[in-house]
């Protein structure tokens, strides 16, 4: 996520008991800071020190479209505003204190007690915050603030998001369970529900032109696409017209489609390949109707940049401390190992095409699900690095080696009685969903 598209709110609070040149001086620094770093500053450096001034600011804000706050402790000062300034305003907070030189002398802000004065007065009033300690230019904690409003940017988008459900998930299958009222009120994440037969017709009524485009296209990615049967796989390839238009049309950022076995049985195809090119789109789909799962795979693009998978862990290698993952061949092509040629293949038990087959290619990635095992919703995270892997199995598939560990992620799954799907993005991104989660108030769960 680019910090030019994260709309900052800039409040800097002091007491005009305390030194206000070094806490304006502070301000201005940590201003340009952020200001240099790229994102958009909402208020001025003007410091705010009595009830009047933190009103207008309040007012000022409520009408910038901001993801969070961030207040500046530009010296001592009570809990007032900054508790005042978060129940106004329900965007994330983040507190940023100085410290200064001990040098003998008068305490000339006292930016530290006042953070903590503030803490205590936000905590004791059910609001949520981070903070930070450290000179204006600090790179950890400007790394920090980086997490935070990524986190934040997110947060705000789910907000008001719609998910498209296509069909039901499959009996049995409660890990893909939907809590429409959950999701509304923990995310603000509106789930649209759509039948599977009124999606058929719209496949079946697709311009032909239109899918061979697609088809000539895919023949120059896809090594074996003439070898399927073409009927089938201009199936696929109309249901991912199709449902590109309806998440275009309706709104939806993301697609949880129950894709077995009606799409066999009644369009007579797969949706697999139709789901791996909007997911490389950054439009994410999961299979068997998984809300959560697509969710999950949202958050991971909007943070990263870059497409998410859903896929199951299907083995554990203890003794090589390594994990499998794979899916029949929904999988972005841009996840696929740049030295093996993605193929064109059929459901291995379905025996109907178009579905994406290849390694996944190695490098870091983050692993999360949106879980509700409890009944509860809380956000599992973990990491590790895929490894250079031929095809473990036919479809897509990885084998990665986890940061905790094979056993103890084993071990996690089973002893909580996790969902059977992960989602995964490439790059290290653990520290921001620790942030979202706090943001969202949920508990997290350490893979």
């Given amino acids: 996520m680019n910090p030019s598209d994260i709309r900052i709110g800039f409040v800097p609070i002091a007491r005009p008991t305390f030194d206000?040149?070094?806490?304006?001086?502070?301000?201005?620094?940590?201003y340009e800071a952020v200001r240099c770093a790229g994102y958009q500053l909402v208020g001025s450096q003007e410091l705010v020190m009595e009830g009047r001034a933190i009103d207008a600011r309040v007012d000022e804000l409520k009408t910038a479209d901001i993801d969070l706050i961030l207040m500046a402790q530009a010296s001592f000062a009570d809990s007032t505003m900054i508790t005042q300034l978060a129940r106004a305003i329900p965007a994330p907070l983040l507190m940023w204190a100085f410290p200064e030189d001990q040098i003998g002398g008068r305490l000339r802000v006292n930016s530290f007690c006042g953070v903590n004065l503030a803490a205590h007065g936000l905590r004791r009033a059910g609001l949520g915050y981070d903070a930070v300690y450290a000179p204006p230019q600090d790179p950890g904690a400007l790394a920090k603030l980086k997490d935070f409003a990524i986190a934040a940017a997110v947060k705000s988008r789910l907000a008001g998001t719609r998910i498209g459900r296509l069909g039901a998930h499959p009996d049995g299958f409660d890990t893909c369970l939907v809590n429409h009222e959950g999701?509304?009120?923990?995310?603000?994440?509106?789930?649209?529900?759509?039948?599977?037969?009124?999606?058929?017709?719209?496949?079946?009524?697709?311009?032909?032109?239109?899918?061979?485009?697609?088809?000539?296209?895919?023949?120059?990615?896809?090594a074996g696409l003439g070898d399927v049967d073409a009927g089938a796989a201009n199936g696929t390839l109309g249901a991912y017209l199709s449902m590109e238009a309806l998440a275009r049309e309706e709104d939806l950022s993301g697609l949880a489609v129950r894709c077995w076995p009606e799409f066999f049985t009644d369009l007579g195809c797969a949706a697999c390949g139709a789901m791996s090119l909007l997911s490389d789109a950054m439009t994410p789909c999961s299979c068997e109707a998984d809300v959560n799962g697509t969710i999950t795979q949202l958050i991971l693009g909007w943070i990263s940049g870059e497409p998410a998978f859903g896929s199951d862990i299907v083995a554990f290698d203890v003794d090589a401390n390594e994990a499998t993952l794979w899916h029949c061949g929904l999988a972005p092509l841009s996840m696929a190992d740049p030295e093996a040629q993605p193929e064109a293949t059929i459901h291995s038990n379905r025996r109907l095409p178009l579905l994406m087959q290849f390694p996944l290619k190695p490098g870091r990635v983050t692993i999360a699900r949106l879980s509700e095992a409890t009944g509860e919703f809380r956000l599992v995270i973990g990491g590790g690095e895929m490894l250079k892997a031929p095809p473990a199995f036919t479809g897509t598939s990885g084998i990665i080696r986890f940061d905790s560990g094979a056993a103890a992620v084993m071990e996690s799954l089973l002893g909580e009685g996790l969902e059977h799907h992960v989602s995964l993005t490439y790059g290290d991104h653990q520290d921001v969903l620790e942030a979202l989660a706090r943001q969202l108030g949920l508990p997290v769960l350490r893979l």
């Fill in 20 to 30: 206000l040149d070094l806490a304006r001086g502070v301000t201005a620094q940590l």
């Fill in 183 to 222: 999701l509304r009120a923990q995310l603000g994440v509106e789930v649209a529900q759509y039948e599977l037969e009124a999606l058929f017709e719209r496949v079946r009524g697709v311009d032909p032109t239109k899918v061979r485009a697609v088809a000539d296209a895919m023949s120059g990615i896809l």
